[in-house]
T-cell receptor, first 114, second 115 residues
Framework: NAGVMQNPRHLVRRRGQEARLRCSPM?????VYWYRQLPEEGLKFMVY????????ESGMPKERFSAEFPKEGPSILRIQQVVRGDSAAYFC????????????FGQGTRLTVV | AQSVTQPDIHITVSEGASLELRCNYS??????LFWYVQSPGQGLQLLLK??????LVQGIKGFEAEFKRSQSSFNLRKPSVHWSDAAEYFC?????????????FGTGTLLAVQP
């Protein structure tokens, strides 16, 4: 049973470009969470999705960031018009249910904006 | 406000010595509590979790943690550290209602192990 798969592992974008980060949850998991880790900091919650629904996006920046989790395919975190401050590690986690169950983390996508 | 504090940014211990990593939280009610470990360039691996019941919980790799409600603490311990334990450790809390896994993380403690 494969774990949470994130790709790409490393992504370099120039300022103003778009970044697309993908997350395939573990088999049987319908809950996905995205976190951002800035250098020297812990992880910060961004968004919580179930299939086709955004449940909680309280941690998402108001502009340029969006997330989806379609009925088929991986969850996508999209960052438009990237800026240097978007450089970070982005982690996805998935769980079978939302409450009372363990989340499993992917290995992350390290985004560098040059 | 909800928060997690890990007061020690860096800790160095000798191999074979005991270890305690501190974690304090501020939360409206008793949350779910977690410890994760992160090796360089890797994702997070769950060491242990507290949901309810016995306040001393056992985890993987010989780690344990004790939930102390009166102190709002969930310190991580290991009686004898191995060189492979060198990594960054994160304490996290999650809510009991709704999404458990909307976690609030501490800033981490970086553990170095001396031979």
């Amino acid at each position: 049973n494969a774990g949470v798969m994130q790709n790409p592992r490393h992504l370099v974008r120039r300022r103003g470009q778009e970044a697309r980060l993908r997350c395939s949850p573990m088999k049987g998991h319908s809950h996905v969470y995205w976190y951002r880790q800035l250098p020297e900091e812990g992880l910060k919650f961004m968004v919580y999705l179930q299939k086709e629904n955004i449940i909680d996006e309280s941690g998402m920046p108001k502009e340029r960031f969006s997330a989806e989790f379609p009925k088929e395919g991986p969850s996508i975190l999209r960052i438009q018009q990237v800026v240097r401050g978007d450089s970070a590690a982005y982690f996805c986690a998935s769980s079978r249910q939302g409450a009372g169950t363990e989340a499993f983390f992917g290995q992350g996508t390290r985004l560098t904006v040059v | 406000a909800q928060s997690v504090t890990q007061p020690d940014i860096h800790i160095t211990v000798s191999e074979g010595a005991s270890l305690e990593l501190r974690c304090n939280y501020s939360y409206g009610a008793t949350p779910y509590l977690f410890w994760y470990v992160q090796s360089p360039g890797q994702g997070l691996q769950l060491l242990l979790k507290y949901f309810s019941g016995d306040t001393l919980v056992q985890g993987i790799k010989g780690f344990e943690a004790e939930f102390k409600r009166s102190q709002s603490s969930f310190n991580l311990r290991k009686p004898s550290v191995h060189w492979s334990d060198a990594a960054e450790y994160f304490c996290a809390v999650g809510g009991r209602g709704g999404a458990t896994n909307k976690l609030i993380f501490g800033t981490g403690t970086l553990l170095a192990v001396q031979p």
